[in-house]
Every structure is written in C-alpha cells, then in structure tokens.
C-alpha cells in the first residue's frame, strides 16, 4: 500500500516538480544571461578558447604602416613641452645641450611651473623665453602654432593620449613620457592617428638607453649569448617618498583605480629590443597575478580616505613570444626594497644581469681572442672575472655611448641615458631617419597595464596580444638604429 500511495503520489509531485523545476530553470538561465550580458557590456574583451581576447580594429582605408617610417629633415626641431612638473624641468634643461634644437613654448597647469623654468633653464642659459600655455586646455592653442614641429608631452598618464592625439592632428610629431597610453583603447588611437597623418609617435622609454643594457644589446647582436631566449625585466622602486608630490595625486588616484602592471615600460623596453619585438617575432600571450594590495591600500587610505585599492603591492606578469621566447615582468613600487629594474638575459650561451650585481656568464668561446687569456679561467657556472667584465664592457660599449657618452654623463639624467635618449630623439630628426621607438613599441610596451589587469581578474588566465603592427611584424628583420651612414 506504501508503494502504491508512492506511485499515486510520485506523478503528482513530480507534475509540480515538472513545473517547479522548469521555472526555476527559467528563472536561473535569464538571471544568468542577463548577468552576462551585464558582464560583456562592460567588458572590453571577449573569453575565446580559455584566453581573454581584446578586439583589434582593422586598418581604416588611406592609414598606411609606420614601420620604418622616416619624416622629412628638420633643420631645426622646434620644442613644445606640455607638463613640468618633477620630470618636465630636466627634458628642457636636456634639450638646451643638443644642438638644432629651439624651445618655442611651454604649458603647464600652473604657472609657477613655467616661470621655474623660464628662469632656472631658459634665461640662465641666455636663451629667449618661451611662450606661455597655461591651463588643462591650453596645450590645444600650443599644438596649433604653426612654428612648433614636436610637442614633449611629460604630463600625469591619464593626458597622455588626448595631447598627443590633437598634437598629431595639428600636424605635429610627439614625444610621450611612459606608460604613453593607460588602456588598449588609447594605445589603438594613437596608432591610428599616427598611421594617418604620418606623424612620429614615440614613447620616451629611457631605459632603453642605459649604457649597461646599450652594451649588452650590442653583445646579443654580435652573438655573445648565443640566442636570447629569456629576459627580465622589472619596475620595483618604492614610491612613498614622491606619492605626496604628484600634481593632483594623478598617481596613486590612477593605481587606486588600476590592477595589473601599470608601469611596465622600464623592464619591458630593452628585453624587446633584445628580442626583436616586431622586428621579427612578437609578444602573443601573456598571463599576469597580483598579490593583494597593503602598502598600497594603507596610504591610499590615510591620503584619499578611500578603502578599496585594485593595484596589488607586487604584481609578477609572463610574456610569450610566437617564437616561444619568454619574458618576466614585475612591478612593485609600494614595498621597501633597494630599486631593481632586473634586466636579465639568458641566452643558450650566456647570461647577463644588471640588478643587484651587474656582470655576466659566458663560455669562452664566444669571446674574442686575447679577452681571457685562458679560456679555462671562465667557468661558466659562475659570474666572469671583474676584470673581464671590464673587458667585455669596454669592448662591445654601443657605438652610439662611444660617441656621446661624456656629454650624457656631464648633462645627465639617470647617469646619462635621459640625455642620450633626446639626443637620439633629435638625431633621428634632423637626418630624417625612423625612430628608435616607434608607435608600435609605444603601444605594445604601454599596453601590458590593462592587459595584465584583465589576466588577473580572471584568476591569471592567458591574455592575447594585440598585434598593433596589423600583421607587419615580421617584415623588419632584426631591431637596429638608424644612422645617417647607413
Ligand atoms: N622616464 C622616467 O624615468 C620618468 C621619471 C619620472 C616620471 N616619468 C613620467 O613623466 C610624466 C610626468 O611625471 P611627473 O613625475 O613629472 O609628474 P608631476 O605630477 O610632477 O608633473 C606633471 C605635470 O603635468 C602638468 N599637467 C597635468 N595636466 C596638464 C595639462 N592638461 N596641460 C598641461 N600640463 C598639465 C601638471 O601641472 C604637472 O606640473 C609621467 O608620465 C611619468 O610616468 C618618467
């Protein structure tokens, strides 16, 4: 009878059941697709195959490639620098060292700013004064002179990319202080920009230009290391000291807002130089993770009285070539650590490295004649002897630090690379030659920042690369600076 009652029963419940369970169903699919449609409106990026795909425009008709892109010759680069606060005093001061070079204008958001260097730079030098910007608009009324044929952008991150686009637009060529851009958006507009009205569109990236990683750039072309297969590279530097000073704290504002490496571009730079990033191979996946933020959140909370921070203190990012190369990255600017940008390289016969103790290892054989006297003496599970270190240095020093090396030190600027930085910047200028960095290493160094954060977000799933050059990065064979002699 139990039974039967059972059967009787069982239909109904499951009648009701039926029902239930179909409404239920009903209720948890809509909620589901109405929370991913919420989800994919505000995301900028689609999930294809376990990776997080970011979408890449295709070239507007009449854009054309910047690769190797050279402008006419300019007698003399005529300067417009927009922002001088900590860093932009030192561009105009630097510049004052290279000859063909005239500051037109300055702008700033503040006045003092400008009269600072007015004084300090321009008239201490017994050069003329330049004309006065002031205001968050005023770099429009600069970029519109007639007489100005490059504006130096040194500005907070976040004004980046509208100076640099209507600079562009006005005919211009630009300059942009790194990260150039804060988000694969802004990295595809000035591409974009670039690519239309032929403008140069390059990221200051000074790292590049360190004599040490100059030197090794020059050891790893003449096959010193065999091939290059891994690089480091890193942005560890404890900011606390200069949180306070950034205008508008446009700084720590931007990371409270921001997971992922946000200042990628000091590590990243000379390891893609090294390797031949769209020269030849380029960057396609990377995955990146964050620790939680502390340091970061703690004086975000006595500053901004904010209780969130998305930048964790340490924030660790790997890189894939298509080659199957692969390069580390790290940024921690919150944590009490001596400054380190890593620079690391392995290659299948050597290694290299910068921080904390520079030198290398490498088998003898590489070395030229007469380097070691005996070649036994290098054992290659530890470092070189200083004194072929010292050697080594001195040997394969980059071409360009033999011909401005002392100036760079007498002018300086990081030691020296800041300088040897505008100076190639106006070289390149004046003999009408492509640039050291082109929009496409602006893009795909300044790009990692919302990359990695969206890698994160998703527990460090892989994150495919844009590919900026739209295909071409395999024409170029091999990075190189252009010479007037070549
Ligand atoms: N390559 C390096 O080694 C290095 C070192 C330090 C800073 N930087 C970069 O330099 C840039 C500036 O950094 P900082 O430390 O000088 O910051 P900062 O806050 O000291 O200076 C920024 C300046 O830009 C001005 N500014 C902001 N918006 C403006 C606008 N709309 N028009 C005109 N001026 C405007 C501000 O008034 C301020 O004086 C950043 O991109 C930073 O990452 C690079």
């Known amino acids: 009878m139990v039974t039967l009652r059972l059967e009787i029963i069982r239909p109904k419940a499951m009648k009701i059941g039926r029902y239930t369970l179909f409404g239920l169903l009903f209720l948890v699919v809509s909620m589901y697709c109405c929370t991913s449609n919420n989800k994919e409106e505000t995301k900028n990026y689609k999930i294809i195959d376990n990776a997080?795909?970011?979408?890449?425009?295709?070239r507007a008709e009449g854009q054309t490639s910047m690769l190797q892109f050279a402008a006419e010759p300019l007698d003399t680069v005529r300067i417009g620098f927009i922002g001088l606060g900590m860093r932009g005093p030192d561009a105009v001061n630097r510049m004052t060292y290279i000859d063909g070079v005239k500051a037109v204008a300055l702008c700033d958001l503040l006045p003092e700013n400008i009269e600072k260097v007015q004084k300090n730079v321009l008239e201490a030098k017994g050069l003329p004064r330049a004309a006065e910007y002031v205001g968050p608009e005023a770099y429009k009324e600069l970029c519109e002179r007639d007489d100005i044929d490059l504006v130096y952008i040194c500005t907070g991150w976040q004004v980046h990319v509208p100076i640099a686009v209507y600079a562009m637009q006005h005919g211009k060529h630009v300059a942009i202080e790194v990260p150039a851009a804060t988000s694969i958006e802004e990295c595809w507009q000035f591409v974009d920009v670039s690519e239309q009205t032929r403008s140069h569109c390059m990221m200051l990236e000074n790292c590049c230009y360190d004599f040490f990683e100059m030197t090794c750039l020059n050891m790893a072309q003449n096959g010193l290391f065999g091939e290059v297969i891994h690089g480091e590279g890193a942005y560890i530097h404890n900011l606390e000291p200069?949180?306070?000073?950034?205008?508008?704290?446009?700084?720590?504002?931007?990371?409270?807002?921001?997971?992922?490496?946000?200042?990628?571009?000091?590590?990243?730079?000379?390891?893609?130089?090294?390797?031949?990033?769209?020269?030849?191979?380029?960057?396609?996946?990377?995955?990146?993770?964050?620790?939680?933020?502390?340091?970061?959140?703690?004086?975000?909370?006595?500053?901004?009285?904010?209780?969130t921070f998305a930048n964790g203190d340490m924030t660790t990012t790997m890189i894939q070539t298509h080659k199957g190369k692969t390069i580390l990255i790290e940024h921690d600017v919150y944590t009490p650590r001596p400054y380190n940008r890593l620079y690391q390289l392995t290659g299948t016969e050597g290694w290299a490295n910068k921080y904390m103790r520079e030198g290398f290892t490498l088998k003898g054989d590489n070395l030229p004649e007469g380097m070691v006297p005996d070649n036994e003496v290098l054992d290659y599970h530890t470092w070189v002897p200083e004194n072929v270190k010292d050697s080594l240095l001195t040997a394969y020093k980059h071409p360009i630090i033999v011909d401005i090396e002392e100036k760079a030190k007498e002018v300086g600027g990081h030691g020296g690379m800041d300088f040897i930085m505008d100076y190639r910047l106006i070289y390149c200028l004046r003999n009408g030659l492509p640039l050291d960095e082109d929009v496409y290493d602006a893009a795909e160094w300044s790009c990692i920042g919302e990359l990695s954060a969206a890698s994160i977000e998703n527990h460090g799933m892989p994150v495919r690369m844009p590919d900026f050059t739209r295909g071409d990065w395999d024409k170029v064979k091999g990075y190189k600076h252009a010479s007037k002699y070549d």
Request: net charge negative; aromatic share 14%; proline share 5%.
């Open 52 to 58: 997080i795909v970011f979408s890449e425009p295709e």
């Open 242 to 307: 200069f949180w306070p000073y950034y205008q508008d704290n446009w700084r720590l504002d931007f990371n409270q807002k921001h997971g992922g490496d946000v200042y990628a571009t000091h590590g990243l730079g000379p390891i893609c130089q090294v390797l031949d990033i769209h020269r030849g191979d380029r960057m396609e996946y990377l995955v990146s993770m964050s620790t939680p933020s502390y340091n970061g959140l703690k004086i975000a909370k006595e500053t901004m009285g904010v209780d």
